[in-house]
T-cell receptor
């Protein structure tokens, strides 16, 4: 398996624009997680899904953030409108039950 | 509140020297425990994990960690550091009530530099 695949690897956008980050989990994993990494706050969980259903979105910082998982092989994290303070590395991870999560390479988002 | 503390923000060791990275956690019960490593511009790679059983856990790349319940600690060790070990190391805890190991609370990380 190729692992968790995230796209794009780097994204630079202007403030106010919509940004969509994409994630393909490992086949057969029934959990999917979105994390954000910043210097100030470190790694924090934004939202996670089980069998494509959002279970806990309490980490989503604002209503500008939304995440979907339309099927078992694809998830998106959308920011609309984007702001400079959203600049961070966003990680997607997936896991089967009862074991550890596997992380993607991350998307480095810069909002100017 | 649940939390993970990595007291050392940055550590420098000489190549060939031993290494210990500290991790303490605050949790209501014994959590799942993990160490991840992140090289610059890369994702997080799992080094080792503790779910239950033997408190001394062996991982990849020659790393090991010991769970000490009385000290709420899960320190990472390596007997001889290689230059390629230079990276950032994260300790994380997960809740055993959830039947998966991906809902994690991370420490702030320890950056390891290796002197030749």
């Amino acid at each position: 398996d190729a692992g968790v695949i995230q796209s794009p690897r780097h994204e630079v956008t202007e403030m106010g624009q919509e940004v969509t980050l994409r994630c393909k989990p490992i086949s057969g994993h029934d959990y999917l997680f979105w994390y954000r990494q910043t210097m100030m706050r470190g790694l924090e969980l934004l939202i996670y899904f089980n069998n494509n259903v959002p279970i806990d979105d309490s980490g989503m910082p604002e209503d500008r953030f939304s995440a979907k998982m339309p099927n078992a092989s694809f998830s998106t994290l959308k920011i609309q409108p984007s702001e400079p303070r959203d600049s961070a590395v966003y990680f997607c991870a997936s896991s089967p039950s009862y074991t550890e999560a596997f992380f993607g390479q991350g998307t480095r988002l810069t909002v100017v | 509140a649940q939390s993970v503390t990595q007291p050392d923000i940055h550590i420098t060791v000489s190549e060939g020297a031993s290494l210990e990275l500290r991790c303490n956690y605050s949790y209501g019960a014994t959590p799942y425990l993990f160490w991840y490593v992140q090289s610059p511009g890369q994702g997080l790679q799992l080094l080792l994990k503790y779910f239950s059983g033997d408190t001394l856990v062996q991982g990849i790349k020659g790393f090991e960690a010991e769970f000490k319940r009385s000290q709420s600690s899960f320190n990472l060790r390596k007997p001889s550091v290689h230059w390629s070990d230079a990276a950032e190391y994260f300790c994380a805890v997960g809740d055993p009530l959830f039947n998966q190991g991906g809902k994690l609370i991370f420490g702030q990380g320890t950056e390891l530099s290796v002197k030749p």
